[in-house]
């Protein structure tokens, strides 16, 4: 079957007050309606490369994502926030170019980008049952009612979900209770978890080990020495007087 978006050669691009981009006219207004279709810029795209990246190892198809999307590149800038792009053949992957990439949702039950969403759900659904030991396997079927149940809430209030946004829920998607940085999350610290066992024996030699005492005994130790301290100097203030009256400095050889 010929692919629709052969005669979308260019389209206008509009940003909007989100900081997203909007396409705002096409070269194909016939079969694409622009109400609400957004456009994944080169910065974004370079986010979700990073992000599909360790998925990978869990049968990500790099193929099924540049299938998705139709790459674009600056032509002109239009001004007040408009741009105009032209359609390229670049790989979004391999491309030095800074692309936009519009995602192909001409049919959007059976089409690619609908089959990338499927395929990118599947693999993080993978990965997170591979890194997470769950009280039960996460399926696919829970992932996307989840995330449809936040889309369903956008709707509601008239928001239009950004194809950046939408990706980025899959590609991002962590259950509740855990982080969100696609690795195995830390464990409750036990204080006593890295801690070898003791035997009574040893346990008993431990308490008796002079050094390891210096909370009370070093606190004996400076009281006494304070204590020791002041008799001394009540004692050379006394051989001081002493000196005076007597004009017999006979204490002060003591100190030298």
Same mark, same amino acid.
């Given at each position: 079957?010929?692919?629709a978006?052969?005669?979308?050669?260019?389209?206008?691009?509009?940003?909007?007050?989100?900081?997203?981009?909007?396409?705002?006219?096409?070269?194909?207004?016939?079969?694409?309606?622009?109400?609400?279709?957004?456009?994944?810029?080169?910065?974004?795209?370079?986010?979700?490369?990073?992000?599909?990246?360790?998925?990978r190892?869990?049968?990500?198809?790099?193929?099924?994502?540049?299938?998705?999307?139709?790459?674009?590149?600056?032509?002109?800038?239009?001004?007040?926030?408009?741009?105009?792009?032209?359609?390229?053949?670049?790989?979004?992957?391999?491309?030095?170019?800074?692309?936009?990439?519009?995602?192909?949702?001409?049919?959007?039950?059976?089409?690619p980008?609908?089959d990338?969403?499927?395929?990118?759900?599947?693999?993080?659904v993978?990965?997170?049952?591979?890194?997470?030991?769950?009280?039960?396997?996460?399926?696919?079927?829970?992932?996307?009612d989840?995330?449809?149940?936040?889309?369903?809430?956008?709707?509601?209030?008239?928001?239009?979900?950004?194809?950046?946004?939408?990706?980025?829920?899959?590609?991002?998607f962590?259950?509740?209770?855990?982080?969100? !940085? $696609?690795?195995?999350?830390?464990? +409750?610290? =036990? #204080? @006593?978890? *890295?801690?070898? %066992?003791?035997?009574?024996?040893? &346990? /008993?030699?431990?308490?008796? !080990? $002079?050094?390891?005492?210096?909370? +009370?005994? =070093? #606190? @004996?130790? *400076?009281?006494? %020495?304070?204590?020791?301290?002041? &008799? /001394?100097?009540e004692?050379? !203030?006394?051989?001081?007087?002493?000196?005076?009256? =007597? #004009?017999?400095?006979?204490?002060?050889?003591?100190?030298?």
């Amino acid at each position: 079957m010929a692919k629709a978006t052969s005669t979308l050669d260019w389209c206008v691009i509009r940003l909007g007050e989100d900081h997203n981009w909007w396409v705002h006219e096409t070269s194909d207004p016939v079969r694409w309606d622009v109400d609400g279709l957004s456009i994944v810029d080169p910065r974004q795209v370079s986010h979700l490369i990073e992000l599909v990246e360790p998925l990978r190892d869990y049968g990500f198809d790099q193929d099924v994502f540049e299938a998705a999307f139709i790459p674009f590149r600056i032509e002109k800038d239009l001004g007040n926030g408009k741009v105009r792009l032209k359609r390229v053949k670049d790989s979004l992957f391999e491309s030095d170019d800074k692309l936009f990439a519009l995602a192909d949702t001409l049919d959007e039950e059976n089409g690619p980008y609908a089959d990338l969403l499927d395929h990118l759900t599947r693999c993080r659904v993978k990965m997170l049952n591979d890194l997470f030991e769950f009280e039960s396997k996460l399926t696919v079927d829970e992932v996307e009612d989840e995330i449809r149940e936040d889309q369903n809430a956008s709707f509601i209030e008239g928001k239009a979900i950004h194809t950046f946004e939408e990706l980025s829920a899959i590609l991002d998607f962590m259950p509740a209770g855990y982080e969100s !940085d $696609d690795e195995a999350p830390a464990k +409750e610290i =036990d #204080e @006593d978890e *890295d801690l070898p %066992e003791l035997d009574a024996e040893e &346990e /008993e030699k431990l308490k008796n !080990d $002079d050094s390891l005492k210096w909370d +009370e005994d =070093d #606190e @004996d130790s *400076d009281d006494e %020495e304070k204590k020791e301290g002041d &008799e /001394e100097d009540e004692d050379d !203030d006394g051989d001081e007087d002493d000196a005076d009256e =007597d #004009e017999r400095p006979a204490k002060r050889s003591r100190r030298r």
